[in-house]
């Protein structure tokens, strides 16, 4: 009897710190089935609590779409107790990075997960749309949109949702990071990903918080918000790492002590 194929696979590289999550489902577009989120939300809370872990990429399986979003066809396979709920299948709750290495077309769900990771890097046959308005369906999460977008470009891509734009324009629009060729997106992701590895994860972190946190806060309570948080550096032995790594002129061997 055939075994059952993994529908979201987790890969550790570099000792377990970098993290690579795929979405194993070409032959229905990366679409999402309920246990899927729910599995995604897991992962992601497990990426979180993971010591090792410093960063984690985000691609779907094959090379024509990233993820499509919900499959509104496939009934779950396991009953859970309490009310229904959406599962948080994006990373927004993560001060950990992320990097979403966008395959294919990145739309509607998929969409989502790309705008919760700090970086997007695309292939060039990545076109980018959020169809929403197309099918009557609910997105919530473009609340935000404008923080990646100019508010222009955000009601450009919500409210006439029935068009996707190139990876080309997507980048040029601010949303993807980078657009390269199809072979190269991983090799330009982990690229990022090891660079990342070798940063002071701490700092990071907090850099991350400051920023995402800050962006909803009065200008000086954002400042005092950052300056408070940053007291977890004090006394740190990789602040001292750091120090050490400049004066030696090699690199740093961060512990996140």
Avoid at 66 to 73: H, K, S, W
Wanted: net charge negative; hydrophobic share 45%.
């Amino acid at each position: 009897m055939a075994e059952e194929q993994k529908e979201l696979i987790v890969e550790k590289k570099e000792n377990g710190r970098i993290w690579i999550v795929t979405i194993n489902r070409a032959e229905r577009a990366n679409s999402l089935t309920l246990d899927m989120m729910y599995d995604l939300e897991d992962t992601w809370k497990a990426y979180q609590a993971d010591e090792e872990a410093r960063v984690a990429i985000i691609t779907g399986a094959g090379s024509r779409v990233f993820c499509a979003g919900a499959d509104l066809l496939t009934p779950p396979k396991v009953e859970r107790p309490g009310p229904f709920r959406i599962p948080a299948f994006g990373p927004e709750d993560v001060w950990k990075p992320t990097i979403a290495a966008i395959n294919g077309h990145c739309i509607a769900g998929g969409a989502l997960i790309a705008h919760d990771c700090d970086i997007r890097i695309a292939a060039e046959n990545a076109e980018f749309g959020i169809a929403e308005a197309l099918r009557n369906m609910p997105a919530s999460w473009v609340r935000d949109l404008h923080l990646h977008l100019h508010l222009g470009h955000a009601m450009e891509m919500v409210l006439w949702g029935d068009k996707r734009v190139s990876a080309q324009r997507a980048y040029e629009m601010g949303f993807y990071n980078k657009v390269v060729p199809a072979d190269k997106l991983m090799e330009e992701a982990m690229s990022w990903a090891e660079r990342m590895v070798n940063l002071a994860p701490r700092a990071v972190w907090n850099f991350k918080e400051i920023i995402k946190r800050g962006a909803y806060m009065e200008p000086k309570l954002g400042r005092a918000f950052g300056q408070a948080l940053e007291q977890n550096l004090k006394g740190m032995e990789d602040s001292q790492e750091g120090a050490a790594a400049l004066r030696e002129k090699r690199k740093p061997n961060f512990k996140n002590q």
